[in-house]
């Protein structure tokens, strides 16, 4: 028995330095996964002066391929041994994406930028998941994916201190130079990662595709296997084309009314809605054992109020408050999203390919959000845009209501106390 404790012991002491590694690649990787969209908005915007029709497409660009290379992203890290080279090789040329831009701001550059970042971004979510999966295994990956999470929205929060800074120093260029900082601290937090401490062959047999399907096709299996996983895709897609462009809107309107307090207003917004995922991260996580359907529920029902809320205000200090309805909304859907996730491809063995599969339809839905609700913005105006948004939450919200039953697995459920 004390050789077994001492075992024990000396194996939670090695991975230990690992999973604080893996912190800091949550922390600082946070606000650069998905191509820093917000942000980015805020730079076409208020230093080059672009359109909403031309910022809305170069979204729109951006999301488009980080859908297409999801999959094919999944697959490769799946059957990879090599997460830790990939992922900062991935990091490098988010670098010179950011780094094109800022040397030569026009827009068919962008466009080519757009592609190779959202190239790359593909890269970041299976990759933290796999590493993660590696590290810690499939029953304790509730626990650790919640401090994944607390980590990742503190980092938001740090970035936004920050972009406030830069803003008020230099201008909206000088946020591109802070992402391409937090690129190489996340390249450094990745190199300390231990490869050794990567049960690669357990990783590998939980991901493997068991039926035949070829890997391609295999997310595409585990979401069409029932009724469930269908109801459960379409009211996931309604959320996401209801909220990806709900806060770059929020920020094109507040610099619309007036440049100069965007650059005080946004980073706020972004700063008190991480700041509000945090706790709310965490005790989601510790509730989402007991049942994933009603934090489901309550994530539509305030990403419904938010909508109606931006459809009757244009006052930039209202419409930072409430980020903070944003805060709660997005912080319980995208933890039970993977939650949901893995009980459904729990006996698949095919984790990363439904999750990847499911990234690829929303950021593919994303580019779409950005693409229509940019025309429909210039055309109809912000709150017909805000108003759409909003329905198409309650509709989503309906269909986990009524269509989509408790997923929970009391196989996964955790021993209270667990810490990893």
Known sequence: MQNINSSEEK???KLAPNLRALDMLCLFLAPLAGGASNYMALFFSSSLHWSTNKIGI?????????????IPAGVLIDKSSHLKRITMIALSLLILGW??????PVFYTAIVAQVLIGATCALFMPAVASITLGLVGFKNFDVRLGRNGVFSHAGNCLTAMFV?????????WSVL????????????????????????????TRTANHTGVHPLLGGFASLLKSKTSVFFTIAALLYTFADASMLPLMVQRIASIDSKSSNVHVPIALFLTEMVMIPVCYAAGKRAKFGRKPLLIISYLFLLIRGFSFTFTSDPNMLVALQVLDGISAGIFGLMLTLVISD?????????????????FFTLTNGVSNLIFGFATGKFG???????????AAI?????????????????????????
């Open 177 to 204: 130079l802070l992402f391409i900082v937090f690129a190489f601290f996340a390249i450094i937090a990745t190199s300390r990662i231990d490869r050794d401490c990567i049960d690669y062959n357990y990783l590998h």
């Open 344 to 360: 459904l491809s729990v006996d698949t063995g095919r984790f990363n390919a439904t999750l990847t599969t499911m990234g690829m």
């Open 58 to 70: 170069l979204l729109a660009i951006m999301s488009i391929a980080i859908g297409i290379a999801q």
């Open 396 to 420: 989503g919200g309906i269909i986990i209501w009524t269509l989509v039953p408790e997923t929970v697995k009391k196989n996964l459920i955790l021993v209270p106390g667990m810490e990893v």
């Open 11 to 13: 194996s939670s002491n």
């Open 164 to 172: 406030a800074f830069c803003l008020g120093m230099s201008g909206s």
């Open 382 to 392: 912000y709150p017909v845009a805000f108003s759409t948004m909003a329905v198409c």
């Open 99 to 104: 780094l094109s831009i800022l040397i030569y």
